[in-house]
T-cell receptor, first 116, second 115 residues
Framework: DSGVTQTPKHLITATGQRVTLRCSPR?????VYWYQQSLDQGLQFLIQ???????AKGNILERFSAQQFPDLHSELNLSSLELGDSALYFC???????????????FGEGSWLTVV | AQTVTQSQPEMSVQEAETVTLSCTYD???????LFWYKQPPSRQMILVIR????KQQNATENRFSVNFQKAAKSFSLKISDSQLGDAAMYFC????????????WGAGTKLIIKP
């Protein structure tokens, strides 16, 4: 158990809909990362937050948005969903953003999103 | 920009034998971190081992060890006494020293354990 909690674990929704994925980082971790992994592919970095502020953006679509709340949990909002958005969405956390690159990133179990 | 290459899409090993997974990377930085993550069929991403570039000593975690060759920019993972539970995708990752400290991932190696 990495200590990173993601909900829901599985989600099936229709095209055009909007969903919200939730993440609680490990206790004490200030950075939250979101990744997308499509079937049989590597991880694609979407976005990073550190202590409530956006720190880095990767290949995140304009239809997607995220935020980190004062209690440090984070939500990833996916709207106008398309079939190609079906993927495993990982949340990960680490102590730093400023704390140094050695701070290991720990992953949650992921949220499976299926768009039909 | 940094890149990570895993040249073996798939490897297989007999149970109880030793296997080495390859990873090379390209960077102009002198300080960085390297990681191996394991992703079993459950798809959970699990940290296996990490290596600080400034440390010459190779990291070891039980049956898992690395061969870190900084000059050659090589970071291979050795799994000793392979077990059925080691079957998974293994990803090599590089963490930059830039301001965002992002992980840069290899494409992964699928490890098959033969009973």
């Amino acid at each position: 158990d990495s200590g990173v909690t993601q909900t829901p674990k599985h989600l099936i929704t229709a095209t055009g809909q909007r969903v919200t994925l939730r993440c609680s980082p490990r206790s004490g971790d200030l950075s939250v990362y979101w990744y997308q992994q499509s079937l049989d592919q590597g991880l694609q970095f979407l976005i990073q937050y550190y202590n409530g502020e956006e720190r880095a953006k990767g290949n995140i679509l304009e239809r997607f948005s995220a935020q980190q709340f004062p209690d440090l949990h984070s939500e990833l909002n996916l709207s106008s969903l398309e079939l190609g958005d079906s993927a495993l969405y990982f949340c990960a956390s680490s102590v730093g953003g400023l704390g140094g690159p050695g701070n290991t990133i720990y992953f949650g179990e992921g949220s499976w999103l299926t768009v039909v | 920009a940094q890149t990570v290459t895993q040249s073996q899409p798939e490897m297989s090993v007999q149970e109880a034998e030793t296997v080495t997974l390859s990873c090379t990377y390209d960077t102009s930085e002198s300080d960085y971190y390297l990681f191996w993550y394991k992703q079993p069929p459950s798809r959970q991403m699990i940290l296996v081992i990490r290596q600080e570039a400034y440390k010459q000593q190779n990291a070891t975690e039980n049956r898992f060890s690395v061969n870190f060759q900084k000059a050659a920019k090589s970071f291979s993972l050795k799994i000793s006494d392979s077990q059925l539970g080691d079957a998974a995708m293994y990803f090599c990752a590089y963490r930059s020293m830039d301001s965002n400290y992002q992980l840069i991932w290899g494409a992964g190696t699928k490890l098959i354990i033969k009973p």
